[in-house]
């Protein structure tokens, strides 16, 4: 599980936080039962977890995720935080009391979102992330798990904060053109020289959306959805109904 935020330079462009909150892997330990030419017996075992499923899920979240969050987060800023993911199936949210003390202590407010079904240009981990600690840990060559978790490690941490900046300004590029296509995606993905732009020192941290794009794509939000008293042929708790489901 990889976790990345948006890094912070200072007025000088100095870095002043690169934005990584860590990546853990889904493993555990175990003994080795019996000798072979790899270990002895007794030897503890890397092994991957087979089941990613929701528990293991709160596991990570509360033992390295939300720690890790804590500890690496900037103490001038404001502790309201949101953590976007993705709506796999695993992705549920826990509402036990334990959870919910991880979150709100130490003055924290820590809350879970889903980002849009089917939407993975709203995911800064799909914009750049993912494929940069891959195309870096596919230049090595690990013989076990052991070393795989040390390659991947490894890509993670040499990750250019310069480049994650520059994908959560992408991010707001594709957030723009959802706008424009009224919450589609059927679009080219915009190029506006982020490179060119960081070098001549004009890259911006936040962009400026044409106030009418985002009156067209309310007046758009407005118009296709029926409110329920204007249902046709549909008696009100029925109309209710169809509604919740």
């Given at each position: 599980?990889?976790?990345?935020?948006?890094?912070?330079?200072?007025?000088?462009?100095?870095?002043?936080?690169?934005?990584?909150?860590?990546?853990?892997?889904?493993?555990?330990?175990?003994?080795?039962?019996?000798?072979?030419?790899?270990?002895?017996?007794?030897?503890?075992?890397?092994?991957?977890?087979q089941n990613v499923n929701k528990?293991?899920?709160?596991?990570?979240?509360?033992?390295?995720?939300i720690p890790s969050?804590?500890?690496?987060?900037?103490?001038?800023?404001?502790?309201?935080?949101?953590?976007?993911?993705?709506?796999?199936?695993s992705h549920q949210i826990p509402r036990d009391e334990e959870f919910e003390t991880t979150c709100h202590s130490e003055g924290f407010n820590i809350q879970f979102i889903y980002q849009p079904a089917q939407s993975p240009d709203l995911n800064v981990l799909d914009l750049g992330l993912f494929n940069v600690i891959q195309s870096i840990q596919y230049q090595s060559f690990p013989k076990n798990l052991k070393e795989l978790i040390e390659r991947v490690t490894e890509a993670y941490q040499m990750f250019n904060p310069e480049l994650n900046k520059q994908i959560w300004i992408s991010l707001q590029c594709?957030?723009?053109?959802?706008?424009?296509?009224?919450?589609?995606n059927n679009f080219i993905p915009p190029h506006k020289?982020?490179?060119?732009?960081?070098?001549?020192?004009?890259?911006p941290e936040q962009l400026e959306v044409d106030k009418n794009v985002v009156q067209e794509a309310v007046n758009y939000l407005n118009n296709i959805f029926i409110p329920v008293h204007q249902g046709q042929g549909i008696e009100e708790d029925e109309a209710m109904q169809v509604d919740a489901d």
């Open positions: 599980m990889a976790t990345i935020g948006k890094p912070i330079f200072g007025p000088n462009g100095a870095l002043v936080h690169d934005g990584k909150y860590g990546i853990f892997p889904f493993v555990y330990e175990s003994i080795a039962k019996k000798k072979s030419k790899n270990r002895d017996v007794g030897a503890v075992e890397i092994k991957a977890t528990e293991a899920i709160r596991a990570m979240l509360i033992n390295n995720v969050i804590k500890a690496n987060w900037p103490a001038y800023l404001p502790k309201d935080i949101f953590i976007q993911w993705d709506n796999a199936r594709f957030m723009e053109e959802i706008l424009i296509n009224q919450g589609g020289g982020k490179k060119r732009l960081e070098r001549m020192g004009m890259l």
